[in-house]
């Protein structure tokens, strides 16, 4: 059995443990909250800070294997743990370019990956030198995370809502769709590149409605984003499981948005759409086996299931029995037991047999299945 | 949240844990193994003897709803805490009938469910009364499990090999084909029907060599099996999954071999190959949500992967990487840590363009991955 450790205790990390099951492992996870969806799942649960030198690093050093599931974790006990022999996926290289917004920009522009343009700066006061580069994108260095940390300028007033700390400014891109690749690297640089996923905004909310898988775009600007793609991972040099989010704008170019270093949401339709899932694949690459195959079985659309607007506290699935009658819906539920409103509860794949009836099946999901509490509940 | 029991804690319970994040449970093991199959995959692991009237109650008394993954347990606990209000699937007098081979047969033989004829014997020295009965199956009355407790008579001479113990000698079918079905019960005694299985035996070993979904049966017997199954789990009264194994004779005749109230070795296929797979549908059947579709998604066969003759031992499994190749091919481990020649370490499901190839397919996964040790494993 590998010893491997999981830092982080989330939704993705209870998303892996999942499917562990197929391989020959004993897990290992370091989550500060007990209450974690990741739980219940491992053979060996720590209760740790992920961002503090000493835990990671005794955490780490008995194990083959230490793999995360969120970026925030501490660096410099990686690099540690990698240079005393421990297997460590992705490389703390790489992932020192990634949690850091302003190191990764910078590695996109050193390295020739099409990304929009950007400024960095050191506080708020700063954006006032850069009111003709807006609208534009405000992000956090260090500590973003799930929509935190990122912020929209469109205009002069909006200054005050800029991060005092040091950000990157990104020019707004023309954007015409939002796409995602995941892919898989393994020792030998091979790389397993997941159909790209398309992600559907609400016109209105101006919010991601669901998600697709195979996106709607044109041949030429998939090969074109999964070139990029394979090039940049390829630049990171490192094994692992990568999310790369992309623009396509309106004149069909692809830009990289941002990159993951590890399972992500816009991957969870491959648990039940693609050959090998996302989950599956982070284990081939840990235990250096082949890599699976990424082939489409049938398109799919994805949506999160978050907390109900006026609902906090334990949570009560509503409509549940009304997706278990339909066959090509599949539920996936991430144990917590409080919800609050927005908060990721689950998500829901249904397979499809055409793209044409996606929003009216998105929406019926979502309509259907809701996170609430209930008064009657124990 | 529903808290939910399972009493035993092996590869069973193991692969209902693996589906339980689709389902709003807190999850609750019984077992005197700690380094079950199950242990790392439940929220609460309770170390005790699942045959303790004790221990079987107070495990229990917490819960809101308590299941089995073996039949081997106490039943008069079980019978305590419905009476007390606890949902108890399958219900205890189910229990009670199935997990004593008489009181099966006889039940059978009440309700006019065909079944191979019998006799009850109450010790060894009986068995000399019934020599013209031969050849025969002895299965001892309780306490047999996985091929304990079941022996063959051919003629006297075997009659040494035979249970000094309440038994039943049920008379040698003339088998053509070994088939089982699965089957669910919600609490209107609704049924969702899984296809048939059919078991394929080495000719030359006269042992299960692998499994097979669909059955390649007349779809007049595979009428007749589902008429039959239908009508026994109406008979048993009670929600739960329940699977069926069935001899079609030689003249076509369709008879009960035994029930188990539980999932089973011969649905495991199901969690790729049908759209609700027997793991969910307890989990349905517990939270007495609607039932999921039986669906075959594609033809499959299933093989056990059992260790492999002479290593005893960590377990090492050899040709792992060469499986991980192949898309179509679905590995699961049970997360024993020591292998002994024969014992059940996991499964490979194949899902299948056509049942052309089954037997190359079937014996390349039995050779490529062994369950063996490694002198060199940590």
Known sequence: MTKVGILGGGQ????LLECAGQFPVET?????????????????FFKGDIRDFETVYSF??????????????????????EAEGIRVIPK????????????????YKDHDIPSPDFIITQSRAALKEHINFLPAVHKIGI???????????????????????????????????????????????????????????????????????PATIASSVIEKATAIT????KKFSSPGVFAVELFVDKS???????TAPRVHNSGHHSIEAISTSQFQMVWQVLLNLPLGSTQLIQPSLMVNIVGAEGHSGPVYYRGLEKLSENPTVFVHLYGKALTKPGRKMGHVTALLNDMTNCTTTAHWIKSTLRAETNPKEK
Chains 1, 2 share one sequence.
């Open 12 to 15: 993705l990390g209870r998303m």
């Open 28 to 44: 290992y996870v370091l989550e500060n909250d007990e209450n974690c969806p990741a739980h219940n799942l491992c053979h060996h």
């Open 60 to 81: 780490g050093k008995k194990l083959d294997c230490i793999t995360i599931e969120i970026e925030q974790v501490n660096v410099e006990a990686l690099e540690k743990l």
């Open 92 to 107: 703390p290289s790489v992932l020192k370019i990634i949690r850091n917004k302003i190191a990764q920009k910078q590695f």
């Open 143 to 213: 500590g973003g995370y799930d929509g935190k940390g990122v912020q929209l300028l469109k205009s002069q007033e909006d200054i005050t809502l800029g991060f005092d700390a040091p950000s990157v400014l990104e020019k707004m891109a023309d954007i015409d769709k939002e796409i995602a690749i995941m892919v898989a690297v393994n020792d030998n640089g091979d790389t397993a590149i997941f159909p790209p996923v398309e992600m559907i905004f609400d016109p209105a909310l101006n919010l991601l409605d669901y998600q697709i898988c």
């Open 230 to 233: 394979k090039r940049l991972v």
């Open 252 to 258: 069909g170019e692809v830009l990289v948005n941002e």
